[in-house]
């Protein structure tokens, strides 16, 4: 059932999971694996080719699952490891994947190696960890969680010592020199492959070691143990995927790909925030600055896109000023705002405005990459800027027009549904969406359908078309079977546009509406309605 191509992640469609606000089989409030059993048909039906679940792991959910206390078992909330076996029977049985989260560079403090490392100095686990007998190394590290950490050392009584971490304080780092910490790593990848996971998105890759004198990350002890990995999973699970999660810029994300002997795929942090900047400003320059310093990678390597995830937007890759920039477009509450980004989800960003959001949909659609959707975005849900840390964007699934948007049948959920209008669940749901043919969620279904039909908008080339007008971004997608040009007006305003075309008279159709568009000696000529795409062939 499944497709053999192992490099079948390169044309995937991805679709990221929080299996907790998904769908609640049990009543309990609580999405589980059930629940998301039940949705597998909508997800293969929307087009999806991937699953992305969050951790699902054991966990007291202090960084909601990011703080694991058992790598090889299921969270009770979410099911048994039985459970999860028959979620990877059904999902493959449709002919889709599913990766998993593997949280390498830390545990929960209450994961037992902690425990056993804290309460004593003698036990084989204490190299475990990083501890110190002060809280001066590594100054050079900077804070990642800035609204709350205010070092990455803590001090811990019963150890006598500070232990170091990246993220919260209950979040101890792995030591990734002591080789038991590399061995269990690979036995728990070696775990959950054998199990029949298709990989792994690999969290917080860059700050596996610690060197004195440097920042901390992407240091040449992380690069190698990395290949150590990939070489295992080469081995021994030819075809998963290794996905890396390395806020950084480019040319230091290009790194983890090395000669296609470390990631297969990696996430595009810096192209996001520029999509955004260039929907605002209505001028496509941030994109094609950011695709510009994008180095090339390896033939069978991939770039994850995206527009949102389960964080908070990330504007840890763009410079200071363009950072206060987008503070002040973007999250005018300060409530909005979170550490180094902004905690709202696609459609508010977007004014709810159709228009933009499709347009974005159509840029990470139609630009080089694999793109991820986040659950709920292809409805326009809404976020909750009320809730603390980033649950504000992982409320409930809203399915149906029905207390408890049809993801619970329990009166009080994990987190409220979202109850405002214009995003409560009345007014933004599955159901309703899709029997509507003129709603986003048929848009992007239809874009996600276009795209599995021409390979030029998944694999082809891309060339910019020359536009003097900045809120044009025009470019061809040209493969060895067919060509596609892409056609996007960012600005609020209408814009008249005359685009050179190979093919001097010639008849192209926008797959979109299925609009014929005449191409007269060699020029097309055309005015474009503010934030209107075209995909021509
Ligand atoms: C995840 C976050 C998490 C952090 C620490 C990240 O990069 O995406 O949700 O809080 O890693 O595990």
Redesign the pocket.
């Known amino acids: 059932m499944l497709p053999t191509d192992p490099t079948w992640y390169k044309n995937a469609i991805f679709y990221e999971v929080y299996v907790r606000a998904f769908k609640d089989s049990n009543g309990d409030g609580h999405g589980d694996i059930h629940g998301l059993v039940e949705k597998l048909d909508y997800l293969k039906e929307l087009g999806v080719d991937c699953l992305w679940l969050l951790p699902i792991y054991p966990s007291p959910l202090k ?2 699952g ?1 703080d694991i206390s058992d790598y090889c078992s299921i969270h009770p909330d979410y099911g048994s490891l039985e459970d999860f076996k028959r979620l990877l029977e059904e999902t493959h049985r449709r002919g889709m994947r599913l990766i998993t989260d593997l ?1 390498m560079n ?1 545990t929960s403090d209450a994961h037992p190696w902690f425990q056993a490392a804290r309460s004593d100095r003698h036990s084989p686990y204490r190299d475990y960890y990083v501890w110190s007998n002060d809280d001066r190394q590594y100054s050079q590290a900077r804070i990642i969680f800035l609204d709350t950490e205010k070092s990455n050392w803590t001090w811990d009584p019963l150890a006598g010592q500070y232990f170091w971490h990246r ?1 919260y304080a209950c ?1 101890p780092d792995l030591n990734f020199d002591a080789p038991a910490v590399q061995a269990e790593m690979l036995r728990v990848v070696d775990f959950w492959l054998g199990f029949g996971v298709d990989g792994f998105r690999v ?2 890759v860059p700050y596996l070691f610690e060197r004195e004198g440097t920042n901390c990350e992407n240091l040449p002890e992380t690069h190698a143990y990395l290949k150590t990995l990939r070489r295992f999973v080469e081995e021994k699970y030819p075809g998963r995927l290794l996905l890396c ?1 390395a806020n950084q810029w480019p040319q230091d994300v290009r790194a983890y790909f090395g000669e296609d002997d470390e990631f297969n795929m990696a996430f595009h942090f810096p192209l996001m925030p520029r999509v955004f900047m260039a929907l605002k400003q209505g001028d496509r320059t941030p994109i094609t600055w950011a695709l510009e310093q994008t180095p090339p990678i390896p033939e069978n390597c991939q770039w994850a896109t995206f527009l949102r995830n ?2 908070e937007l990330t504007l840890e890759m763009v410079s200071p000023e363009e950072r206060q920039w987008m503070w002040a477009q973007y999250s005018p509450e300060m409530r909005m705002r979170l550490n180094l980004g902004i905690r709202r989800r696609l459609a508010p960003l977007l004014d709810n405005d159709r228009r933009k959001i499709e347009l974005a949909y159509s840029l990470i659609f139609s630009l080089p990459g694999a793109p991820f959707l986040y659950y709920g975005d292809e409805i326009g849900m809404g976020d909750n800027i009320h809730l603390p840390d ?1 649950n504000g964007v992982r409320t409930p699934m809203q399915w149906e027009d029905a207390p408890g948007a049809g993801f619970t049948s329990a009166s009080v959920p994990y987190i409220p549904v979202i109850q405002a209008d214009p995003y409560s669940a009345g007014s933004v749901n599955v159901a309703g969406q899709k029997a509507d043919p003129a709603s986003l969620w048929h848009s992007l279904r239809a874009m996600i359908a276009l795209r599995k039909r021409y390979p030029a908008l998944r694999s082809g080339e891309l060339t910019w078309i020359p536009c003097p007008h900045p809120a044009v971004a025009a470019y061809l997608r040209r493969s060895n079977a067919d060509q596609v040009a892409v056609i996007q007006n960012l600005s609020v305003k209408p814009v008249p546009v005359e685009l050179p075309f190979e093919n001097s008279s010639a008849e192209l159709t926008d797959l979109i509406t299925g609009h014929v568009v005449p191409v007269q000696n060699g020029r097309l000529k055309i005015t474009l309605r503010p934030y209107e795409y075209l995909w021509l062939v």
């Open positions: 960084d909601d990011y949280v830390h993220f979040q969290d917080a999660e389960h964080d980033r």
